[in-house]
């Protein structure tokens, strides 16, 4: 058994990694793997909540735009393919320490971007802590599916106390979780 990740990132992330500007993923945890190791990109189901009539009046194609940041056409194409699927895997090959520390985070943000994560200062502060360590996991070796895989199509590993047991994936993890490789091979 050959154990790789499967990590659930949003869309917006996705389409930045597929495009290749964003090679590093921030994250507050890193996998007891040595680098490299495989990880397949979940990309998760995030469409905006909205309920038009009851909450939202006025032009839909408008409106959409505006909240969700995408056409109506984009979002479709997006979600019709990617959303709530497995939309491609890359090599972890190296795991970086992050952290961001003010003595008064209000008014010493720099909202310089980290390079690489597409993310500001401000951003990693709020999403790790304030002198907080997290973890960047630089992604090499992309590649996105024509064809999305189904969580279906993986086994999830759950530690016991002799190892890890397969386990059927019931839903996408909330940040990363341990698999079996489909094919059983190792990292590239």
Request: proline share 7%; aromatic share 14%; charged share 25%.
């Amino acid at each position: 058994m050959s154990k790789a990740v499967l990590i659930s990132i949003q869309p917006h992330w996705c389409e930045l990694i597929a495009n290749e500007r964003k090679t590093i993923e921030v994250r507050k945890t890193r996998p007891n793997l040595d680098p490299p190791f495989k990880c397949y990109i979940y990309c998760t189901n995030q469409r905006p909540f909205l309920v038009w009539g009851d909450v939202f009046r006025g032009n839909w194609e408008t409106e959409f735009t505006r909240v969700s940041g995408y056409s109506r056409k984009a979002a479709e194409k997006i979600w019709d393919v990617f959303n709530g699927h497995i939309m491609g895997e890359f090599v972890c090959d190296a795991i970086i320490p992050i952290s961001v520390s003010y003595s008064d985070p209000s008014s010493h943000v720099a909202k310089k971007e980290f390079p690489y994560t597409c993310l500001t200062d401000e951003q990693i502060m709020n999403y790790l802590g304030n002198g907080k360590e997290g973890y960047g996991w630089h992604i090499s070796k992309l590649m996105v599916y024509d064809t999305p895989k189904e969580l279906s199509e993986f086994i999830g590993l759950r530690k016991t106390k002799f190892g890890y047991a397969p386990v059927a994936i019931q839903r996408a993890p909330q940040s990363w979780c341990y698999v079996e490789e489909p094919d059983g091979g190792g990292a590239p």
